[in-house]
């Protein structure tokens, strides 16, 4: 399992930064109605309102690059926990920003996996 | 709930690290048998591994300052999701050390909250 865990998590963060970077509208499909988003200190309930603040980022274009993915099997049976450290590179800032974001995966009862949590921050040197 | 989360998360946290920084070997009554942590990608398995390494890092003396600190309530009954950002001084290096952890907070059957998952990052700048 907890190959299995690091297989899928790791699978999930290239997937989830590709929609990000190239396609951020479509995120809004791995999210569900009670899932939760920190992002910078700021709390927003549910896919909808996550879907647009993601959509409100004060940047249209990005690149995420991944530095280090960690993964653990979570307590919920079949759910993951997922924690990022990389830099997210906006075309009109001459320094890359650093940054760690965390995702909890919990299955659906589609048996599919979705973000139940997910918490961002910029890393301030 | 997300308030109490929110308290009672902030509270282990200052917890944790006054711990960690004056009484490090207590750190372990906050652990179980099927504790697991990430440290900086080394995986460590169980109360005691993850508290003989702890005991084992290369500094005897150490301060946690605490930058930021976001909470969510978890998918488990009463558990809670710690997401920290901070910087770690040490008493032999000029440069404070960033680091980002997060801790997933489980009650055990005898309704404590035990540290279920760990993932501790240095962020390189």
């Known amino acids: 399992m907890e190959e299995e865990a690091d297989i899928v998590g790791k699978a999930f963060v290239e997937h989830y930064y590709q929609l990000f970077d190239n396609e951020r509208p479509s995120l809004s499909t791995l999210y569900q109605p009670d899932s939760m988003l920190t992002f910078e200190g700021q709390q927003i309930l549910g896919v909808d309102d996550i879907s647009s603040r993601l959509q409100q980022l004060p940047f249209e274009r990005c690149r995420h690059v991944v530095s280090t993915v960690d993964t653990q099997p979570s ?3 079949g759910s993951i926990l ?7 590179e906006l075309p009109d800032e001459e320094h890359h920003l650093r940054f760690s974001q965390m995702f909890h995966l919990v299955p659906t009862a ?8 997910d918490i961002f921050r910029l890393n301030y040197g």
């Open 75 to 77: 307590a919920v049976p």
């Open 110 to 117: 589609q048996g599919n996996l979705c973000v139940q949590n």
């Open 82 to 88: 997922i924690f990022v450290s990389g830099s997210l």
